[in-house]
């Protein structure tokens, strides 16, 4: 599974059983991280999920942003919960730079308007995240 992170919508996705082929799942709305974390953690249960990629935004030039720390504290509270609820899923980061833009550049493509379908870019980038992590391994 990935993740996109982001302060209003996560994107989320998934990879088939054989771990060569990301796919869009769905995106939430983010009200609060521990309702979040509730939501993640549901869908992984459900789809026998024990690893997760989160996507990190760095910046083009390599540094870290506000967002960078965002990310990496929400990682860090859903490290702590899966510790704390005894959950077997592995976490990780991968440098997410220009996800959003590959998957709007998708859309657009596709002809398929991009400013009112905020939620599909979410869950494209996610499965961009989880494809390129696919095929790093």
């Known amino acids: 599974m990935s993740i996109d992170y982001g302060d209003k919508r996560v994107g989320i996705a998934l990879s088939d059983p054989m771990h060569t082929i990301s796919y869009p799942l769905c ?3 983010q009200i609060n991280q521990e309702d979040l974390i509730d939501k993640i953690l549901e869908i992984a249960n459900e789809k026998n999920v024990n ?6 935004p760095i910046s083009m030039s390599g540094k870290y942003s506000e967002q ?15 510790s704390n609820q005894d959950i077997d899923i592995t976490i990780d980061t991968l440098d997410e730079r220009l996800s959003s833009v590959s998957a709007m550049d998708i859309m657009i493509k596709q002809g ?14 996610a499965a961009i995240i989880l494809q390129e992590y696919l095929d790093s391994k």
Do not use: A, M, P, Y
């Open 112 to 125: 398929i308007k991009t400013g009112h379908n905020k939620g599909k870019i979410d869950q494209l980038s």
């Open 27 to 29: 995106t939430i709305r």
């Open 68 to 82: 960078t720390k965002k990310v990496l504290s929400f990682k860090d509270l859903f490290i702590k919960e899966l």
């Open 51 to 56: 690893k997760i990629i989160i996507g990190l």
